[in-house]
């Protein structure tokens, strides 16, 4: 094993009551749409990419009015987050620190263009990523995305942590073995390796 390429949320972080406030807040604002989301509406979309997400949230909005309404939420989303960021799982930065040493680590999220950064922007944690991919950049599948960080990074035997059925089929797709972060948001039906705790990962991979 050369490298640990991550999922983001609900493998390294939980950020959905900081989304929660920056979606209602923007769909307070919209003339058409009366809704207030929950936590739970969040957790049973995570892994989805955003148009996914859109189609879940306002299945009664035209096509249009959903485009207009997500951009704005995502866009109101990152900048949410560059002001509070999320809930780091516990020991996240000592055990990505003692990981880096060892390993190459990169992130594969499915998420929009720059929630990436603000993600690092406000944790400071990039020092230990060497690069990372997601839809909004590339318009690429979860899997997708996993092969062109291997191939990017002449990647020869990486591993992929993350936390829902979505990330395993995506493991699968890249032809890599798949670690269940157990903690997360979601369930699968199989899994490599799992881990209770972020911290479990030096159980299996720090000595």
């Known amino acids: 094993m050369d490298s640990i390429i991550f999922d983001l949320d ?23 749409i009366n ?3 929950t936590r739970e509406d969040f957790q049973k979309t995570m892994g989805l990419q955003m148009h996914e997400i859109s189609r879940r949230f306002f299945p009664d909005a035209d096509d249009d009015v959903r485009k207009q309404l997500i951009d704005t939420c995502g866009n109101n989303e990152l900048d949410t987050i560059a002001e509070q960021g999320g809930s780091l799982y516990e020991n996240v930065p000592d055990v990505l620190k003692v990981l880096a040493k060892k390993y190459k680590l990169y992130i594969v999220s499915n998420c ?28 690429l599948s979860k899997g997708e995305n996993i092969k062109l960080i291997m191939e990017r990074n002449n990647l020869d035997n990486p591993i992929y942590v993350g936390d829902t059925e979505g990330d395993m089929k ?16 979601g369930q699968v039906s199989e899994y490599d390796e799992v881990i209770e705790r972020f911290d479990d990962l030096l159980r299996l991979y720090g000595e």
Not at 12 to 17: E, G, K, Q, S
Not at 112 to 137: A, K, M, S
């Open 10 to 32: 609900g493998t390294i972080w939980d950020p959905i009551d900081t989304v929660i406030d920056a979606w209602n807040r923007t769909i307070d604002e919209h003339p058409t």
């Open 112 to 139: 929009q263009d720059g929630y990436i950064e603000v993600f690092y922007q406000y944790h400071q944690l990039d020092e230990h990523f060497l690069d990372y991919e997601n839809p909004g950049r590339t318009g």
């Open 170 to 185: 995506a493991a699968k797709f890249a032809g890599i073995p798949f670690v269940y972060a157990k903690y997360g948001f």
């Open 35 to 37: 809704k207030q989301l």
